[in-house]
């Protein structure tokens, strides 16, 4: 296999272009300068942390130890999925609890047909894509169940008052945030290959692995992608629609 190696003089010509980036934000007044160098400073120190992180999980092998990291990853991507939700009344159990399932079940299935096996250079990284793909699909179900409470709030007062339950009020709501959630996914799922050679082909033809065995693990990655969104934006879009509603079944939000 081919080793990849990235000196500094290549991480500094690189860095070139986000300077570029920096220096079209100030010609256009963007305002986004800022915002550019914060989010800079955060990937590299974060980057090296988890890097040591994940040195000393890989060489210690221990499946608690993994399964804690695990825990870890869906907790912070449950608290960003969270602070994208614009309902004040939103919980962060609800996001945790869909991170939990969607990416449980998918990974079990996973291990269980020997796709991956249970090591942490294997579970964690894939843990982490379905978490931060999930979290992804969270926030846009959060943030279109919002606009649309918004946009059709007298017809759903107008339901509930001809009497119709608060499920059936929202139900289209609820049908509309699902596929906000799960587009993204499925149109990356589309153009994979043609347009894309996304991150795990993308690796692995870099580490010398055939392309063709590249692919089969790539497919394997987007039927799981697919499965964990899905699931994420169902069962968090059916936790959330209720913090619309106070306890009289009426329709009360910010």
Same mark, same amino acid.
């Given at each position: =296999? ?13 860095? @070139? &272009? ?12 963007? @305002? ?22 994940? !040195?000393?999980?890989?060489? %210690?092998? /221990?499946?608690? &130890?993994?399964?804690? =990291? ?8 449950? +608290? ?7 309902? !004040? ?16 079940? $998918?990974?079990?299935? +996973? ?5 991956? !096996? ?9 843990? @982490?894509?379905?978490?931060? /793909? ?15 409470? /918004? #946009? $059709? ?10 009497? %119709?339950?608060?499920?059936? %009020? ?9 596929? $906000? ?12 290959? &043609?347009?894309?050679?996304? @991150? =795990? =082909? ?7 692995? #055939? ?13 799981? &992608? ?16 209720? $913090?619309?509603? /106070?306890?009289?079944?009426?329709? #009360?939000?910010?």
């Amino acid at each position: =296999m081919t080793n990849v190696y990235v000196d500094n003089l290549s991480l500094s010509l690189v860095f @070139g &272009l986000v300077l570029l980036a920096m220096a079209i934000s100030q010609k256009e007044k963007l @305002g986004i300068s800022k915002d550019i160098v914060m989010a800079v400073i955060r990937t590299v120190i974060q980057l090296i942390f988890v890097g040591y992180v994940l !040195k000393y999980v890989f060489q %210690a092998s /221990n499946i608690l &130890l993994s399964l804690l =990291m695990v825990l870890v990853i869906l907790f912070n991507a449950s +608290l960003q999925a969270n602070k994208r939700n614009p309902n !004040k009344a939103g919980k962060l159990w609800q996001p945790f609890l869909a991170l939990l399932i969607s990416t449980g079940v $998918t990974l079990s299935i +996973l291990i269980l047909s020997g796709a991956i !096996k249970m090591i942490p250079s294997q579970v964690i990284p894939i843990s @982490g894509m379905l978490a931060s /793909n999930a979290m992804t699909a969270i926030g846009l179900s959060y943030r279109s169940m919002y606009r649309l409470f /918004n #946009d $059709t709030r007298q017809q759903v007062l107008e339901k509930l008052t001809l009497g %119709a339950t608060v499920k059936l %009020a929202s139900q289209e709501i609820l049908r509309e945030s699902i596929k $906000t959630g799960i587009q993204p996914t499925i149109d990356s799922a589309k153009t994979v290959g &043609l347009v894309s050679l996304p @991150g =795990m =082909m993308s690796g692995l033809i870099f580490a010398g692995v #055939d392309p063709v065995h590249a692919i089969r693990y790539q497919i394997m990655v987007m039927f799981m &992608l697919l499965s964990a969104t899905s699931l994420a934006s169902v069962i968090a879009s059916y936790a959330a629609y209720k $913090t619309y509603f /106070n306890e009289r079944s009426q329709l #009360d939000f910010e």
